[in-house]
């Protein structure tokens, strides 16, 4: 079996990269990347950029986005634009996507990465607290996408790529919120795929498991270094560096013909991964705001 590639667990680059795709493969595409300043975001980001591809990277902290779109271009090369966007609001989605049309012409690939989570009890769970969540994974996603569809996909066709989960699958518990809120968006993909297939637009959902290094992960009290991981499928947890290259790939001209799909990069933990309803309580207790 393949070694996983390396990957480092803050937010810089990779000391060294192996390319397995061409290092051609998204050569003068652009892409836009919501929560690209952080996380598995922030390496999206940069396996796009070992690949040739220019970046907007775009979250609500611009001071997070800056800082780490000098360690992309620092790394790579490529351009990489970073711009101050709420998903929630889509006056500030407007305003970013314009600018980046401004900056480079166009814009090929849209990744909506940018999420929020926590753990917490649905019965203790606010209504704004719901709500919030869903604003942010769902709502947001389809404001990205709409604005993106209208300003630039609509004419030039495009590939939208969804960060969702698998949470919502099997009803993980403290996560009614966070798994509601992916799984709409994996419907979204779907009816995207279908409405906007005629456009020459691609849409799926890439469903990553625990992710390490991640802040995902943190929120979660580090589940996934459980036995429950040990026992999963590939016994490991999966790294940053694994997500990007499905994303890579997702995005590319090597899945032209791959639309309205999910694609769980999870080393097959959904299938097996435990409802650990007292341990996820134990975090849930020093982490959720009762
Ligand atoms: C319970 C909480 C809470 C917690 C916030 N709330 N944190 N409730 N437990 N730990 C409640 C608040 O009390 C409030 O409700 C409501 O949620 C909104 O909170 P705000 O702080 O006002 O929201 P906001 O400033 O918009 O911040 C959004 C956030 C925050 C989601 C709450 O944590 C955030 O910005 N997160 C972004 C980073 C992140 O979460 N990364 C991890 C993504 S990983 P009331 O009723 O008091 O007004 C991920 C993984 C999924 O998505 C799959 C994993 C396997
Ligand atoms: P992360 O680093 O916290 O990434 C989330 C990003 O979203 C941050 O950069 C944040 O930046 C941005 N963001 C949050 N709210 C926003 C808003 N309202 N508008 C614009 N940007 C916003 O977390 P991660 O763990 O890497 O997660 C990345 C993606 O993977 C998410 O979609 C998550 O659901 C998914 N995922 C993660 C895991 C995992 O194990 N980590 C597992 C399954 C799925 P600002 O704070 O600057 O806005």
Redesign the pocket.
């Known amino acids: 079996m393949a070694q996983p590639p390396r990957d480092v667990g803050e937010d810089d680059c990779l000391p060294e990269y192996r390319h397995l795709f061409c290092p051609d493969l998204l050569r003068d595409k652009v892409a836009f990347i ?9 390496r999206i980001a940069e396996i796009f950029m070992r690949h040739g591809c220019h970046t907007v990277i ?4 611009q001071l ?2 800056s800082t780490a779109a000098k360690k992309l271009t620092a790394a790579t090369g490529q351009r990489c634009l970073p711009l101050s ?4 609001s889509p006056p500030t989605v407007e305003a970013a996507v314009e600018e980046a049309l401004k900056e480079f012409g166009k814009i090929d690939i849209l990744v909506n ?5 926590f753990l917490c009890p649905a019965g203790a769970l606010s209504f704004n607290a719901f709500k919030t969540v869903v604003d ?2 769902t709502v ?1 996603t389809f404001n990205v996408s709409r604005v993106l569809y209208e300003k630039c996909f609509r004419e030039h066709g495009g590939v939208i790529v969804n ?3 698998t949470l919502g699958s099997r009803g993980q518990v403290l996560q009614v919120h ?1 798994g509601s809120a ?1 799984a709409a968006v994996d419907a979204m993909t779907r009816h995207l795929a279908v409405e906007w297939g005629p456009d020459n637009i691609r849409v799926n959902s890439l ?5 390490s290094g ?4 943190r929120r ?1 009290g580090g589940a ?1 270094t459980s036995t429950s991981v040990l026992t999963s499928p590939l016994r490991r947890m999966g790294n ?1 560096t694994e997500v990007a290259h499905s994303a890579l790939y997702l995005a590319s001209p090597l899945a032209s013909y791959v639309t309205g799909t999910v694609l769980v990069v999870d080393g097959g933990m959904w299938l097996t991964l435990p409802n650990s309803v007292q341990r996820l309580a134990d975090v849930a207790s020093s982490s959720a705001k009762l």
Request: aromatic share 2%.
């Open positions: 919501t929560g690209g300043g952080s996380g598995i975001g922030f775009a979250s609500r902290s997070r986005v966007l709420d998903v929630r990465g940018a999420a929020g989570n942010i994974d947001g960060i969702t989960a966070a992916k469903a990553p498991g625990p992710v991640t802040e995902g992960l979660l996934a940053k």
